[in-house]
């Protein structure tokens, strides 16, 4: 399904009241979460939202898609610091049920494995909240990753590369590895919400549109899950075709 708004602001609002409306209907729910931009203004909209109601998060788990390999917890711009500035340090959630890859295991593999293990322990994830890369990544499943994939250790891609260098403070800081979710972790999530704005996913939001389900395009993988929401704002769905825009609702 599609949900498509005119402003950033709209999509955010919308989105944040979903994982609203799963944390007041299932106290007890597993979310797995996503960084990066698209995602600042709806933790922000669900903060303000959580405060006015007071709800209450104790029960709550989260597990974050990816992490940067190489940058340690405190790092500005690693992802472990991006959840807690957005979202963590405003939230009475125990530390004992936050989880996120770490950039600095030692024994990387291992890692990896027990993630997606604690992940099934939890019960898997309820809903899953998804950013997209401008070259259909999602987590960081950059093209052709397997979409019987598990949490694993990527090389990202030089778009992903160029994406993301503007959060650091020259291209050559930006990691050159990242510990991801797999494809298939993402897809037996119960539910998924995929969000998307601006200018710089216009193209990807169509090519997703018109593709069918292969690995070069990771996010296609979703085209198979039986309760997903691609929510955009009018920049992202620029290129969507008339009736495509026309079924959304
Ligand atoms: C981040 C993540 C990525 C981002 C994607 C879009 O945890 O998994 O897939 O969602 O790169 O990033 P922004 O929102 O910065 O355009």
Do not use: W
């Not at 979703?222 to 009736?243: C, F, G, M, S």
Request: glycine share 6%; charged share 15%.
């Amino acid at each position: 399904m599609y949900k498509i708004f005119e402003t950033v602001d709209e999509v955010s609002r919308y989105t944040a009241q979903r994982l609203l409306d799963k944390i007041k209907a299932t106290p007890a729910a597993v979310l797995g979460l996503a960084t990066g931009s698209t995602m600042e203004p709806v933790y922000a909209q669900l903060l303000q939202h959580m405060q006015q109601l007071a709800v209450d998060v104790s029960q709550l788990t989260t597990f974050n898609l990816d992490e940067y390999i190489g940058l340690s917890a405190d790092h500005p711009q690693s992802y472990n610091f991006y959840m807690y500035q957005h979202l963590f340090n405003h939230l009475n959630l125990p530390a004992q049920r936050v989880h996120l890859p770490d950039g600095l295991a030692s024994h990387i593999e291992e890692a990896c494995q027990s993630y997606s293990a604690a992940i099934q322990a939890a019960g898997g994830l309820d809903l899953q909240l998804l950013g997209i890369g401008s070259n259909g990544h999602i987590g960081f499943n950059e093209p052709q990753t397997c979409f019987n994939s598990r949490t694993h250790v990527v090389e990202l891609s030089a778009q992903t590369r160029i994406d993301n260098g503007r959060f650091f403070a020259d291209q050559s800081q930006t990691p050159s590895h990242a510990i991801t979710m797999g494809i298939l972790d993402i897809l037996e999530a119960k539910e998924i919400i995929l969000v998307a704005t601006g200018p710089n996913k216009t193209q990807i939001m169509a090519q997703l549109y018109d593709s069918p389900i292969d690995e070069a395009l990771p996010a296609s993988a979703l085209k198979q899950h039986p309760n997903l929401t691609i929510v955009l704002d009018r920049e992202a769905a620029a290129l969507l075709p008339e009736h495509a825009l026309k079924s959304a609702v």
